[in-house]
T-cell receptor, first 113, second 114 residues
Framework: DAKTTQPPSMDCAEGRAANLPCNHS???????VYWYRQIHSQGPQYIIH???NNETNEMASLIITEDRKSSTLILPHATLRDTAVYYC??????????????FGKGTKLSVIP | NAGVTQTPKFQVLKTGQSMTLQCAQD?????MSWYRQDPGMGLRLIHY???????DQGEVPNGYNVSRSTTEDFPLRLLSAAPSQTSVYFC?????????????FGNGTRLTVT
């Protein structure tokens, strides 16, 4: 399975854009990039996913580089409620691994007032 | 829309006791799964199901049983609890389980085995 690398922690000022990077240099051409976050004591929350193109939804934007070796999750206007651990996950194409999301250590984002 | 509902939220067991963690979803999702989360270990897949009557093992299935008699429910059974099963358990579901189908998680059951 493709592995991901994320910084262990980041700070962001409230109201500013939070840009969370993720490296996935061994990703295969048909593997999706997923982002989840986990707010303390809650279940992981789905944010966004993509294959090649940039994606946007009501929560965030996902920018995937052309070579697909890295991606950036953008929270356009961070609020205190966005303080959480953010996980970047590469999802295998098929087999039992495609059903399993492998969560690494993620990035602890702290939004500062 | 309740999404994925897990009960109970907290549970304390003695070693050797049995119990069932309940999981229900109201989204008509075919795929359901159970994860456990331990400090420093991330989430690990215990069992999963791709539809009613079909279950399979994940990464850490030992000590746990599952069944899927309906689309909505996917209970996790601990037949003889051990302290190593102290963890936070999350149930998740998705429409198909495929790589383009996001998983949606419940808020977890915190289990302590003494």
């Amino acid at each position: 399975d493709a592995k991901t690398t994320q910084p262990p922690s980041m700070d962001c000022a409230e109201g500013r854009a939070a840009n969370l990077p993720c490296n996935h240099s061994t990703i295969s051409g048909n593997e999706y990039v997923y982002w989840y976050r986990q707010i303390h004591s809650q279940g992981p929350q789905y944010i966004i996913h993509g294959l090649k193109n940039n994606e946007t939804n009501e929560m965030a934007s996902l920018i995937i580089t052309e070579d697909r070796k890295s991606s950036t999750l953008i929270l356009p206007h961070a609020t205190l409620r966005d303080t959480a651990v953010y996980y970047c996950i590469v999802r295998p194409y098929s087999g039992a691994g495609s059903y399993q999301l492998t969560f690494g250590k993620g990035t602890k984002l702290s939004v500062i007032p | 829309n309740a999404g994925v509902t897990q009960t109970p939220k907290f549970q304390v067991l003695k070693t050797g006791q049995s119990m069932t963690l309940q999981c229900a979803q109201d989204m008509n999702h075919e795929y359901m799964s159970w994860y456990r989360q331990d400090p420093g270990m991330g989430l690990r897949l215990i069992h999963y199901s791709v539809g009613a009557g079909i279950t399979d093992q994940g990464e850490v299935p030992n000590g746990y049983n599952v069944s899927r008699s309906t689309t909505e429910d996917f209970p996790l059974r601990l037949l003889s609890a051990a302290p190593s099963q102290t963890s936070v358990y999350f149930c998740a579901s998705s429409s198909t389980g495929g790589r383009n189908s996001p998983l949606h998680f419940g808020n977890g059951t915190r289990l302590t085995v003494t």
